[in-house]
């Protein structure tokens, strides 16, 4: 598959004290480090997505660690309530040292 | 600063172990596939005629709740994933003419709509059905001139994906007038009831005879192929259909035939026909 490519999904509209729901997917193998390829015998090298954070306006919002179980292109939905309006920054770090990054603005009406 | 509750739901694509769920209880799940709240999937119909069931189910009905709700949301479908890159590739140039799909089919979503839905079509000069893949290929070569892909390349399955997927919602209808079509479903049909291998199974045997039963851990569907290729949480990928003909022959303990070949062109002629009526759910999640 092509390079990692992040999805999320976040109204773009909220009310003051709105608990909405933000959903995530990113693309990735998440190879586990315990499979062998079946024409050399060698074992594949793990690489996976091990953490992901969601920050609101340099707040943390959510923040998970990942393992070598969690399944290929992982998906995380989760709540936030709103106060004020802001960016969403999410961002997916992989073993290779690459970082994943997208934002989402939200307008508080 | 907001104020956060923090809630979270980790959907590893595990659901092969989950347990619970209607569908334990054997037979098609009683339930409707809506997706994204908008678009309604046919997923039960009644049989053409000469259908050998009285109604046509998708393989949606028989799987988990939680599988099944991955295909309701367009975002939780992995399958999406894929149909993003087919597009990137649609738009990609590629060979010595310096096309892409685009240059001459534009948009896809106009030009590919409804034609998933009536794929394997005649075709005159190769005197043998294609279906999207051998499409595909054809268009790169003598198109594009670019090299075809190889059987399952995952360019080949994106692109396969994104182009079926422009047919969402819309009736599998084959047309078996087209030049020897009539002849190429009666030899897939010739497969579907032959016995192979050292367990001696048809295709008829799984998903005619005992769909709805269970065969060991797995819940038999009658094996229908309007979802693909289908996203399956046991590969974490795109399947394409003739690798899924091969691994259900493979099951067997049969020698199975090259993917495209005659035989699995015939096939799959037959069993899209057997799929008349129900929606393309391109890409459809199973287990």
Not at chain 1, 23 to 49: A, C, F, N, V, Y
Not at chain 2, 100 to 105: G, K, L, V
Not at chain 2, 117 to 133: F, Q, S, T
Not at chain 2, 163 to 174: D, N, Y
């Amino acid at each position: 598959m092509a390079a990692p490519k992040p999805r999320v999904k976040v109204p773009k509209k909220a009310s003051k004290g709105e608990v909405i729901t933000i959903k995530t997917l990113i693309s990735h193998p998440m190879e586990s480090g315990q499979r062998k390829d079946k024409k050399t015998g060698e074992l594949i090298p793990r690489q996976i997505i091990n953490k992901f954070t969601c920050e609101f306006n340099g707040q943390v919002v959510f923040t998970c660690d990942m393992d070598p179980a969690v399944s290929a292109n992982p998906y995380l939905e989760f709540n936030a309530k709103i106060e004020d309006s802001g960016t969403f920054k999410f961002t997916w770090v992989d073993d290779n040292g690459s970082v994943y990054t997208t934002e989402k603005k939200l307008t508080v009406e | 600063m907001a104020e956060t509750t923090i809630k979270y739901t980790m959907m590893a694509g595990i659901f092969a172990t989950s347990l619970g769920g209607a569908a334990w209880a054997g037979g098609p799940a009683d339930d409707k596939l809506v997706i994204d709240d908008e678009l309604e999937i046919t997923t039960r119909v009644k049989a053409p005629e000469g259908h050998p069931l009285d109604e046509v189910i998708s393989g949606w009905h028989y799987r988990t709740d939680e599988t099944r709700a991955l295909e309701a949301d367009s975002f939780q479908n992995p399958g999406m994933l894929y149909v993003e890159r087919g597009e990137e590739i649609w738009n990609t140039v590629e060979g010595d003419a310096g096309k892409s799909c685009a240059s001459c089919h534009g948009d896809a979503s106009e030009s590919m709509k409804g034609l998933g839905a009536a794929y394997p079509k005649w075709d005159e000069k190769a005197g043998r059905p294609l279906n999207i893949e051998l499409q595909i290929n054809k268009c790169r070569e003598d198109n594009m001139q670019a090299e075809p892909y190889k059987f399952d390349a995952a360019d080949q399955k994106s692109l396969t994906t994104f182009i079926k997927h422009q047919s969402l919602g819309m009736p599998v209808r084959l047309d078996l007038s087209q030049g020897d079509m009539q002849a190429w479903w009666d030899k897939g049909k010739e497969v579907y009831y032959r016995r192979t291998g050292q367990l001696n199974m048809a295709c008829a045997n799984c998903h005619e005879d005992y769909n709805g039963n269970y065969i060991r851990a797995d819940h038999l569907s009658q094996g229908n192929v309007n979802g693909f290729p289908t996203y399956r949480l046991k590969q974490s990928a795109m399947v394409s259909l003739h690798n899924r003909f091969r691994g259900c022959i493979r099951d067997t303990r049969a020698e199975f035939p090259a993917a495209f070949s005659d035989e699995l062109m015939a096939l799959e002629v037959y069993v899209t026909w057997r799929a008349t009526g129900l929606s393309v759910e391109t890409p459809a999640v199973r287990q």
